[in-house]
């Protein structure tokens, strides 16, 4: 099966240091994408190719940051489910304090 799983990392900050990720010693700027740029991703996963899966899409809204320190995630979500694109997500469920997201 050749299914493609893009991934759309929506933040870059993160509330954790875990030692077996690559997340605290990187130098690029942090931040949170915004929904133009977000759109803009999506168009690019719409225009791939997904022929052996029935044209099915999927996307992934993380890497190495915390998706859920970007406010903009339940709009990214709603605006990629309505292209008709299955979403996913990782989260370590940590906010900026340490406490558990609601």
Same mark, same amino acid.
């Given at each position: 099966? !050749? ?5 759309? =990392? !929506?933040? /870059? @900050?993160? +509330? *954790?240091?875990?030692? @077996?990720?690559?997340?605290p010693?990187?130098?690029? %700027?942090? &931040?949170?994408?915004? *929904?133009? +740029? ?5 168009? *690019? ?6 022929? =052996?899966?029935? &044209? ?7 890497h190495?940051?915390?998706?859920? *320190?970007? %406010? ?7 605006? #990629? +489910? &309505?292209?008709?694109? =299955?979403?996913s997500? #990782?989260?370590? &469920?940590?906010?900026? /304090?340490? /406490?558990?997201?609601?």
């Amino acid at each position: 099966m !050749t299914f493609k799983i893009m991934e759309i =990392e !929506t933040s /870059n @900050y993160c +509330t *954790l240091k875990c030692i @077996y990720c690559p997340h605290p010693s990187q130098i690029r %700027p942090k &931040g949170n994408m915004s *929904l133009e +740029t977000f759109k803009r991703s999506i168009d *690019l996963v719409i225009r791939s190719d997904n022929p =052996e899966y029935k &044209g099915r899409k999927f996307v992934w809204l993380n890497h190495f940051g915390e998706p859920l *320190l970007n %406010p903009m995630l339940p709009d990214f979500i709603s605006y #990629a +489910t &309505g292209c008709g694109i =299955e979403v996913s997500f #990782a989260s370590n &469920g940590v906010d900026q /304090n340490r /406490n558990l997201f609601p």
